[in-house]
């Protein structure tokens, strides 16, 4: 992990808390080359990175789990009902519901592959932890800046249709192998145009960096006004590929009971529940990191402040989508990705080329 804001911040607290450790072996036992290595900068460098990596998992994970709250709020008024109840303003229903799934018995059926069934959960909840870590939330607040960091998000956020049909497989279930192949020909389908409207982007901003993207609207202008067509491409694709209304057929509650999650229940329900949020906020991120200006914003509040309010924003209008659309069928879903996404996409990277050619980005 580089210097950083949060580096230097965490830092200190490391090489006191170093510090602190060391005094009794170095006055009281007399170890004083034990002492020494406590407080050398490899150790405090090492401790260091593990308390910033922490620190970035539970603001990602605070994040996520306040969009659960946003959503049934939102969801609520939406449908002329007050939604959640726990605590002040019903905060709390989401820790409620944690705690409810946690002490509920854990089931496995009999009939399904122990070992892939209990690997599908551990798969998502390690790729929402990656995607956490990869997401800058402003120029002080990230765990790695990577030259390639938009190819690696992309890289992580693409192994979740094979743990989800890994799940639907797995549990031996009619519904929960039509649940994961739907999601995977969904997925597949929404794929292209989503990275083909990412490649209009690194065009125009000559980088594959979040901070060089960020960098380059910052010095001209956000790009969902160059590349509105683009925008509006991966804004619909993000929505498929975290299987949100009206994409949300691979769990369709109403004929699969919950597709592919159909044997899921207590804590591994709730973990994977909790997954779909998180790429919820990865979603929410690189809508805000490649179209809207990352953390660009006026100066009164920090920059960091600024990416997560765009991406409260963003996500409210997932929210908006799901309240006021219907589901729609597979038929539909995969006519719309291939036929009318796909066109729109190399459209949109034909006039990023053309911008760039013309010398305008």
């Given amino acids: 992990m580089e210097a950083n804001g949060l580096y230097e911040f965490v830092y200190g607290i490391a090489l006191w808390l170093m510090q602190v450790l060391?005094?009794?072996?170095?006055?009281?036992?007399?170890?004083?080359?034990?002492?020494?290595?406590?407080?050398?900068?490899?150790?405090?460098?090492?401790?260091?990175?593990?308390?910033?990596?922490?620190?970035?998992?539970?603001?990602?994970?605070?994040?996520?789990i306040t969009f659960i709250w946003q959503e049934r709020k939102m969801l609520g008024r939406l449908?002329?009902?007050?939604?959640?109840?726990?605590?002040?303003?019903?905060?709390?229903?989401?820790?409620?519901?944690?705690?409810?799934?946690?002490?509920k018995e854990h089931i496995i059926p009999e009939e399904v592959d122990k070992q892939l069934f209990d690997l599908a959960p551990v798969l998502l909840i390690a790729i929402s932890c990656l995607m956490i870590g990869l997401i800058p939330l402003g120029p002080a607040f990230y765990m790695a800046n990577l030259p390639a960091g938009l190819l690696l998000v992309f890289a992580v956020f693409s192994l979740a249709p094979f743990a989800i049909l890994i799940a639907g497989w797995a549990s031996n279930n009619k519904y929960t192998v039509i649940g994961g192949m739907r999601a995977a020909a969904q997925l597949i389908a929404y794929e292209v145009p989503i990275l083909?409207?990412?490649?209009?982007?690194?065009?125009?901003?000559?980088?594959?960096?979040?901070?060089?993207?960020?960098s380059a609207q910052q010095a001209t202008m956000w790009y969902v006004i160059p590349l509105f067509i683009g925008f509006l491409v991966f804004f619909i694709s993000?929505?498929?590929?975290?299987?949100?209304?009206?994409?949300?057929?691979?769990?369709?509650?109403?004929?699969?009971?919950?597709?592919?999650?159909?044997?899921?229940?207590?804590?591994?329900?709730?973990?994977?529940?909790?997954?779909?949020y998180v790429r919820g906020?990865?979603?929410?991120?690189?809508?805000?990191?490649?179209?809207?200006?990352?953390?660009?914003?006026?100066?009164?509040?920090?920059?960091?402040?600024?990416?997560?309010?765009?991406?409260?924003?963003v996500f409210g209008l997932f929210i908006w989508i799901r309240g006021a659309l219907m589901r729609i069928t597979t038929k539909q879903i995969l006519s719309i990705g291939w036929t009318k996404l796909m066109p729109l996409a190399l459209i949109n990277l034909g006039i990023a080329i053309a911008l760039k050619i013309g010398g305008w980005f």
């Fill in 196 to 214: 083909l409207s990412v490649a209009s982007v690194v065009v125009l901003a000559g980088s594959l960096n979040f901070f060089d993207i960020v």
């Fill in 79 to 103: 449908m002329d009902r007050r939604g959640t109840q726990v605590g002040v303003l019903g905060l709390f229903q989401n820790f409620a519901d944690g705690l409810k799934t946690f002490i």
């Fill in 238 to 276: 993000a929505i498929a590929e975290v299987e949100r209304i009206p994409f949300d057929l691979p769990e369709a509650e109403a004929e699969l009971v919950e597709g592919w999650m159909t044997e899921y229940g207590g804590f591994r329900w709730g973990l994977i529940m909790l997954s779909e």
């Fill in 22 to 64: 060391a005094w009794p072996f170095n006055n009281l036992l007399g170890w004083h080359g034990f002492a020494g290595w406590l407080v050398s900068p490899g150790v405090v460098h090492f401790l260091t990175t593990l308390l910033a990596a922490l620190i970035v998992f539970i603001v990602g994970f605070l994040i996520s």
């Fill in 281 to 313: 906020f990865a979603a929410s991120g690189l809508i805000v990191l490649l179209f809207l200006g990352g953390w660009s914003g006026p100066s009164f509040l920090w920059s960091e402040i600024w990416t997560v309010l765009k991406m409260f924003l």
